[in-house]
């Protein structure tokens, strides 16, 4: 078998069909594009309903969005440490899964300020509220926080008055240092005129 000699099998290939060739032809006048309506006149995009809402975006506003990295925490009021606990004693993920008040000593939790905490507690948990740690300090317990809640400026104009705010500081303390150098350069130059 040589180069030369290689072909197609019959019927794998066939001529392209030719359209609007005359009646004829067998595809002449409408050129298979039916008798005449928006379909026969021009292209139309894939997807396009006629001018109603398509598929496409009907769906997605009535599933919704569901954000496949979010986190969910059981909440654990002060309400139910206080009434498990006595006094002293230590609170974290396995204490409170062998209490049945989550789910699993690996789920993660937040402690709610929901309740009156009267003696103290060491709570070590992933997140806490800043009801709860004001609680739990107030009662003369201390706390741990594992995973605390870092806030994300995800807007540009929230950005630059974040940094607007933390650079005031610094702002008034040159602020300050200056006028304290101005005021003891007046000082001075009060003392050479009384010597004077």
Not at 75 to 104: C, H, Y
Not at 146 to 174: F, G, Q, W, Y
Request: no cysteine; aromatic share 4%; proline share 4%.
């Amino acid at each position: 078998m040589d180069q030369h000699t290689l072909k197609q099998s019959k019927g794998a290939t066939h001529a392209r069909k030719r359209l609007g060739r005359g009646v004829g032809s067998g595809q002449g006048r409408n050129a298979g594009r039916g008798v005449k309506g928006q379909k026969k006149r021009s292209k139309i995009r894939p997807g396009f309903e006629g001018g109603q809402m398509p598929l496409v975006r009907r769906i997605r506003h009535k599933n919704g969005f569901r954000n496949p990295f979010r986190v969910e925490y059981q909440a654990v009021n002060l309400s139910q440490l206080a009434e498990r606990f006595p006094a002293g004693a230590t609170v974290d993920g396995a204490v409170l899964a062998a209490q049945r008040l989550i789910d699993d000593a690996e789920t993660p939790f937040k402690v709610l300020g929901t309740g009156e905490l009267s003696h103290a507690l060491t709570v070590t948990a992933p997140r806490l509220s800043a009801t709860a740690k004001a609680a739990i300090t107030a009662a003369g317990g201390s706390f741990e926080e594992l995973s605390p809640a870092v806030k994300k400026i995800r807007n540009r104009i929230h950005r630059r008055r974040a940094a607007t705010a933390a650079a005031a500081p610094a702002i008034d303390a040159e602020a300050a240092a200056a006028a304290a150098a101005a005021a003891e350069d007046d000082d001075s130059a009060d003392s050479d005129d009384g010597d004077e």
